[in-house]
């Protein structure tokens, strides 16, 4: 095994092949195990509700004080919220905020993640040592207390500056794992290779070791997602963010201020959301543990 | 009377690719203050052997016929009837299995002192002081100090005397029994000496009769009596120590001698078995050892050989051809196999 | 005087010779590298990076507590502008106008003979006895949460285990699965709106805060059993929301400590079933959960803030959501500071609690070498 013929032979691990045929097995090794597939219909299912659905379904957004919580009937299948809106329409129109300040929120903690702990790893010594003290100390200090404190600084209206807020928070535990990865993956031979070829400390970095990091990134990319949407729901919630724009989140705290809670009819009103979230997450979770088995190349045949 | 008898037993283990037939039809006895040594390859079958004789195979692996007789004098049953509070008397109390010196052999958390306590109170041992009068005069007979060794923790002792304390253990019911697993395998070769020794010190004093498992024929040597040599989970030859190593008679058996240097050899005279072992899932028919035996014909592939009767007396090998294998080697009982084939 | 050896002397003489931070080191040289040293030192500096950083961070925070304070006052009793800022400056006893580095050494220099201030908005109270007095409201409902999820889901995951890709395995691994993911704060949303509107079991108004105002403190059973009461929901909370980790943890453990040879070995020597169970297999696979437990215990303070607000249970997270609101500084500070201590001591506990449980760890013996 040459150097060259050396770098095609060494992707034993998640190796997500190219187009249709890839596809098929991937769903073939899905259905194994049956959460995992759930997770993945979940997800695509609220992706779907999420983006597309606002696109066929009109917004409605009229007050009607004649219809303040009214029962769940044929015209209104959750009932209504404290302003007689329907409170379909504001699930189907709530997702999409969330979920892409999620994706931000998780792209942006990733990619400060791998860079950084890929650098700590190959190049060591001091700047390791720094970069370990930083992440240590971030990750000692309770998340949610200091998002609390940030958002009541930043109150972040635009869901770009707060999804950089949330990955300002997410981004320690990842660090490890990617720098203790790529510490192992460092001694191996195809990276001595590429050493020896002289290949340079990026590409390295961006096009050996990577891509056989796939399955770690790929899954961690969805639980940061699920924080992320933890920690968005609480802040909104606890109202330090300002309560503009219409997400599950946001319909919790009008629901729970506004005493929905003291109304029978009211009860899709804050289950609604609730369920929104809570079965977004659980969808994300159990297709994130669907691919780790995918992954696992000790599960192949 | 035998202390074991074991007849036709059988061992398989289920996987995904089918059936894998471990054991088959394994038959042989164990006289009482008797040792066996039983050689076979990686994959054989004969640590599946060992372990089954106490039942105590992973949940994947059944019994699909046999039986393994136990007659102590006092009480005699089949092993493999027994329910399951019966079977766990029966293990350690009267047979009793010595498994190679890995660290993972004993529980990491819990002192050795409280290991040997637990065993004694497993068998009804209530008193505290008698076991431990029992342990300490044990580890004396295998040369430890109880002071240093009943304290510590087993990552604190090393390989050696970790193998001393389980064989300690083992003794502490005073079994009839006792099976050794590859007892030395994991050891320098000082203290695989010191163990042999001390092997067969204590079966000198306590006349327990022993299995052990080995792919060492040197070990065979100094401690057996009697040998069986396993093949693809067949027994191929049983014979004394001298008719196994001096005229064997089976061509695995023969090749098995010739794969050992020897110290006073010819330079030449080591020569390895060409081929490797059968898949144990789809077995082909007739002799496992055809594809590897330089005697085969084709009446070989015909049915499984059975055990034949050979020229020596209280020996048999799985082999048709058994003449020719004796007529190559000459009849000449004196000379060692592989000078004479060098 | 004793005499001493020309070797002794000698090396008085070198010492003496030596730089006095080269002799204090030479002492100190001993300790250094021992571990808990160590960690002590990185505690220290995680200490002093947090306290500097929620000091940052407050000090940016967009209206000022005398801004806030003097619209209430406004807003409240209609004074005007001028008379309510008079009213407000003599409120505060830390000078909001000093530059700001001198309020950071001031700060820092307090906060080393452990002064966490005094609340701007109760004057004279100082945070210390604030965070005091809600504290242990918080570490018994979240600590009690907490044990009972991981004694309980110690024995699910056990038994789980043992009776692996049987029917009780697949529903105690998913139930744990789904409750593990779904966030505290919607679990505690979903009890009050189930069981407390829909079905009217649990009559939440009264449960409501951490205990009812009418009844005197002590221990009493009266008084007792009155917390319990309402602590009863967030405890139920804080169970639900980590069982379902220790669940999955334990059950995993198990199963590869069920797989190591000394089972068995153990089953070899005829030892019966429960002793194998809770001294074989059961003590080696709880041991990596220990230290799991001591950093949850930690962690989980910060996370009690939203469930606090739901129930209106007055721990150490209400507080904080309300000195935000109030810019009270010092008060914000001390319960940053104090939760991330609570995390630290809880690091620190998980290492110290591991190397006493495994002795494989921190014994001074080692294998000799034959």
Redesign the interface.
Known sequence: MTAATGLIDRRDVSRIPAPLAGLVEFLRMMSKKPVGLIGLIGVLFFLFLAYIAPLIVPLQDAVDVTAIYAKPSWAHPLGTDFQGRDVVNQIVYGGGDIITTAILAALFSTLIAITFGSIAATVGGRIDALILAITDVALTIPQLILLIVIAAIFRPSSFFVLAVILALLQWPALLRQIRAQVLSLKERDFVEAARSLDLGLLHIIFREMLPNMRSYIVIHFIIAMTLAIYAQAAIMFLGLVPVSGKNWAIMLYFAYNQGALFFKDSFFYLMGPIMAIALFQLSLVWLASGLEDVFNPRLRS | MPVLSVRDLSIEYRTRRGPVQAVRDVTFDLQQGETIAIIGESGSGKTTLAVGL?R?SPRSARVTKGEIRYDDGKRAFDVLSLDSERL??????DC??V?QA?L???????TIWEQFL??GR??GMGDKHKVHDRTKELLDLVHLDPKRVLT??P????G?MRQRVLIA?ALLLDPRVVILDEPTTAL?IL?QRAIIDLLRELRGRLGFSTIFISHDLSIAAELADRMLTMYAGRVVERASVEDLFYRPRHPYSVGLMRAVPRVSGALGSVVSIPGSPPDLIRLPPGCSYYPRCPFHIDQCLAEDPPLLQVDTPNHEAACIRWEAVAAALGSDAEAPVAEKLA | MATITPAQGELQVRTFQRSPLSRMRGHLGGMWGRPITQAVAKALLTIYVTSTITFGLIRLMPGSPVEIKIDELMQGSGMSYADAAAQVSGLFDINLNAPIHEQYFEYLGNLAHGNLGSSFLSRGTSVMSIILSVLPWTLFAVGTGLMLSFIVGIFLGLFAAYRRNSLLDHAVSTGGSIISSVPGYLIALLIILIFGIQLRWIPITQMRGAFTSGITPGFTPEFVGDILFHASLPITVFFLTHIGLWILSMRSATLAALEEDHVTVARARGLSDGRITTAYVGRNAVLPLVSQFAIAAGAVVGGAVIIEQIFVYQGVGLRLVASVNQRDYPLMQGIILMTTVCVIIANLAADLLYSKLDPRIGRAGGATNK
């Open positions: 106490i105590l766990r008397r029966f293990r350690w109390a009793a299995m498994f890995a993972s052999a004993f529980n990491p958390v819990i637990d065993t497993a068998h510590a923790y990552h604190e002792l090393s050696g253990m320098d203290t």
